[in-house]
C-alpha cells in the first residue's frame, strides 16, 4: 500500500493525510468512521447537536471505529463552550474550530493536550488563531462548499501564505477532490487536505441518492455564492438559490437576510431529495465528480494517484 507520510500523518497518528471535512447530517458516526477506518480523519460535523447528542455520536463512532477521529466546534454558537468541555472530557483526539473566534476555546485545549486547528479564510485570520493559542490551521479557499468569507480568496493563493506566516502545521481545505489536489496540496506546504463535496458523493454518505446524482452531473460552474451581504454561502445554482438570490436583491436588512438565506433547506435537499427546491451546498469541485466510489477505495486511489503525481513531477527535475 502507498503510504504519503506528513508531519500532520504522524502529529495524529493516522495513515493518510485525508481529512473528511464536518459537515452536519452528513459527517456523522458512520461516515466519520469509514474515513478512519480507511486510514484518513473522520471529522464529525456538530452543528446540528446538544450536547447529550455529541456524547452519543462520539460513543458511536468509539464503537465503530479504534482509530484517530476529530470533532469540528462552531466557535461561536451558543453551544460551543459545551461542546468544548464535552470533547475534553471525551479525550477526542482532534478539534477543529470554524464559524467564529478561537479565542475562547483554543487555550482550553491546549491547556488538555488536544491538537486545535482553526478553518480561516485569509492570512489575518490565521495569525488571530495563532495568537489565540491555536494549534494548527485549517486554510479554507472560497472555492470549497458551505459558508464562506467575503474576501474569496482560493486555495491555491492561500495555503502557501498561510504556511509562511503562521508556521504551524496546515491542512489545505477547498476545491480539492483528488490525488492531484492532495499532491499540490503538500507542495504548497500544507501536511494534508480537507474534502467535502469528493467525500458527499461516496457509496457510505448518508445524503439522499438525488443529491449524489446531482453532483455527478454539476459542472465547475454549476455553483455560486448567496449570502453576499449576510453571510456568504457557496451552493449549486437551483431554482432554490435563485430564489435566494432574488430576495437578496430587494433587502439590505441583515436579520431578513439571514432568515431567508441559509442552511434552513438543505435537509429538503439533504434527506428529502428534492434538489430543486432544497438547497445543494457544494463546491466547485462537483465539476470533478464523476463516480461514486467506496469511501476506502476513494482514500486510497487519491494518495495512489498523489504519489505518482509527485513521482512524475520529480523525474522531470534536472540538476
Ligand atoms: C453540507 C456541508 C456542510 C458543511 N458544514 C461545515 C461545518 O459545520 N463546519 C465547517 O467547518 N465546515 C463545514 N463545511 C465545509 C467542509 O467541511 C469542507 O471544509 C469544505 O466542503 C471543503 O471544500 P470542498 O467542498 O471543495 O471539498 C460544510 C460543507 C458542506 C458541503
Not at 456524547?55 to 463552550?81: Q, W
Amino acid at each position: 500500500m502507498t503510504r504519503i507520510s506528513t508531519p500532520l500523518t504522524d502529529l495524529l497518528g493516522i495513515e493518510h493525510p485525508v481529512c473528511l471535512g464536518p459537515m452536519g447530517l452528513i459527517s456523522v458516526p458512520s461516515m466519520v468512521a469509514a474515513v478512519s477506518n480507511a486510514g484518513g480523519l473522520g471529522i464529525m460535523g456538530t452543528a446540528n447537536y446538544d450536547t447529550e447528542a455529541l456524547r452519543k455520536a462520539i460513543h458511536e463512532t468509539r464503537s465503530l471505529t479504534e482509530r484517530p477521529f476529530g470533532v469540528s466546534i462552531m466557535a461561536g454558537f451558543p453551544s460551543a463552550e459545551g461542546h468544548a468541555k464535552l470533547a475534553i472530557e471525551e479525550r477526542v483526539p482532534f478539534v477543529t474550530t470554524s464559524a467564529g473566534s478561537p479565542k475562547r476555546l483554543a487555550p482550553m485545549f491546549r491547556e488538555a493536550g488536544i491538537e486545535c486547528f482553526h478553518v480561516v479564510p485569509t492570512v489575518a485570520l490565521a495569525m488571530k488563531a495563532k495568537q489565540a493559542g491555536a494549534t494548527g490551521i485549517v486554510a479554507e479557499g472560497a472555492e470549497g462548499a458551505s459558508f464562506k468569507s467575503r474576501d474569496e480568496v482560493s486555495t491555491l493563493v492561500l495555503v502557501p501564505q498561510v504556511v509562511d506566516a503562521t508556521g504551524l502545521p496546515v491542512i489545505a481545505a477547498g476545491g480539492i477532490g483528488d490525488g492531484r489536489g492532495l499532491a499540490s496540496a503538500l507542495c504548497l506546504g500544507a501536511g494534508g487536505i480537507q474534502m467535502g463535496t469528493r467525500f458527499i458523493a461516496t457509496q457510505e454518505s448518508p445524503i439522499h441518492d438525488n443529491y449524489k446524482e446531482k453532483l455527478l452531473d454539476m459542472r465547475e460552474t454549476d455553483t455560486r455564492m448567496v449570502g453576499r451581504k449576510s453571510g456568504p454561502l457557496r451552493v449549486a445554482i437551483n431554482p432554490c438559490s435563485d430564489d435566494m438570490m432574488e430576495f437578496e436583491a430587494l433587502t439590505d436588512e441583515p436579520q431578513e437576510l439571514r432568515k431567508k438565506i441559509g442552511y434552513h433547506k438543505f435537509p429538503a435537499a439533504a434527506l428529502q431529495g428534492d434538489t430543486e427546491n432544497g438547497l445543494v451546498v457544494a463546491g466547485q469541485i462537483a465539476g470533478m465528480v464523476k463516480d461514486l466510489p467506496a469511501v476506502g477505495d476513494l482514500v486510497t486511489g487519491i494518495v495512489d494517484q498523489a504519489a505518482a503525481t509527485l513521482k512524475k513531477a520529480d523525474a522531470r527535475v534536472a540538476g
